[in-house]
């Protein structure tokens, strides 16, 4: 049975090293998966990048972006094994919602990576949700 994660740090705790090592590891088997990132986070291009050096292309979200519909398309064309998440504090409310529903109506496993709060030790508005949604914590 799928489940939605949340896996949160600091900054430069690994975070997305950690995702695209998840990815590798289901692409390594044959499995496809999807990679997201906010598209307010223009540091790399829209690629998710690790300071150790390792990068991939990922597909972008802003607040306008149906996740659930987005995914469900995808898997249409072709099967998706996971989703992957950076930045997943940008997340708005519904969007959490959207990927809750990727995992119970498509059983496709979510994984999130993102910051709990800011720097006034404050919670991002997509942490908060996921907290609140999300199947497992780490």
């Not at 997305?16 to 998966?33: D, F, I, K």
């Not at 829209?46 to 607040?63: K, L, N």
């Not at 249409?76 to 989703?83: G, K, M, P, S, Y």
């Not at 720097?119 to 907290?131: I, K, M, T, V």
Request: proline share 2%.
């Amino acid at each position: 049975m799928a489940k939605l994660y949340f896996y949160y740090s600091t900054m430069n705790a690994g975070k997305s090293t950690a995702l695209l090592q998840a990815s590798h590891n289901y692409e390594e088997r044959g499995m496809r998966t999807l990679l997201y990132t906010a598209q307010l986070d223009t540091r790399d291009g829209g690629r998710i990048r690790s300071r150790i050096g390792i990068e991939r292309e990922a597909r972008h979200f802003d607040p306008a972006v149906d996740l659930f519909r987005d995914i469900s398309a995808e898997h249409q064309r072709a099967a998706v094994a996971c989703v992957l998440v950076d930045e997943s504090q940008f997340l708005t409310q519904a969007q959490v919602r959207q990927l809750g529903g990727v995992v119970d109506e498509h059983n496709i496993p979510v994984l999130c990576y993102g910051l709990r709060t800011d720097f006034r030790g404050e919670l991002f508005p997509g942490s908060a949700q996921l907290l609140g949604w999300a199947d497992n914590l780490v």
